[in-house]
């Protein structure tokens, strides 16, 4: 083999590789999220109470919220946090994103996942007015429900967007952390 050749041929592998491992990095990620959000094999997710014992473990706690003057019951144990990317002030989606949210998108289309409800939930800081974060959180839920039914196969009935701005902030302690800026994703329970 020539110097060239083996220099194209190098390139050639490395390049395979690297494809090779961003598929299957993608395919841990897609497992990952199922795993995250798909109820236990065996659990019945129908149970509309607050509070309705696991099979042969703790006690399991659902949370009740009212959305539109109409009672959602989500299961938290069956929730992710993504962080995704707005540019300030936005709910336009970034390139970034949209990659965060492709591997969640491929899970929703999962045959595991396909028979659930998720509530899209958008979280922002305690920076600013709590009215415009309300209102800045329910723009970017709807912009990320909207990236998810265009462009992958998942029914739009089966996607809720809600906006909480700053009203659960995943660290207390420190409102203005970007730890607070967050769209979760959880389980609705409720037919």
Avoid: W
């Amino acid at each position: 083999m020539t110097h060239v050749s083996r220099t194209v041929f190098a390139a050639g592998l490395a390049l395979a590789l690297s494809v090779t491992s961003a598929q299957a990095q993608s395919a841990d990620d897609i497992n990952t999220i199922i795993r995250g959000l798909a109820p236990i094999a065996g659990q019945s997710m129908a149970a509309p109470a607050l509070t309705s014992p696991a099979p042969r473990g703790p006690e399991r706690v659902l949370v009740e919220l009212i959305i539109k003057e109409r009672v959602i019951v989500i299961d938290p144990a069956h929730a992710m946090d993504f962080n995704v990317v707005f540019a300030f002030d936005s709910a336009e989606l970034t390139p970034q994103a949209r990659a965060e949210l492709r591997a969640l998108g491929r899970a929703l289309e999962s045959p595991e996942l396909r028979p659930y409800r998720y509530l899209i939930a958008g979280h922002t800081d305690a920076v600013g007015d709590p009215a415009y974060n309300q209102r800045l959180s329910e723009r970017r839920a709807a912009a990320v429900r909207d990236y998810l039914i265009t462009a992958f196969a998942i029914n739009p009935d089966r996607l809720i967007a809600v906006g909480f701005g700053e009203e659960r902030l995943k660290d207390p302690a420190n409102p203005r952390a970007g730890i607070n800026r967050r769209v979760e994703v959880a389980m609705i329970v409720t037919p």
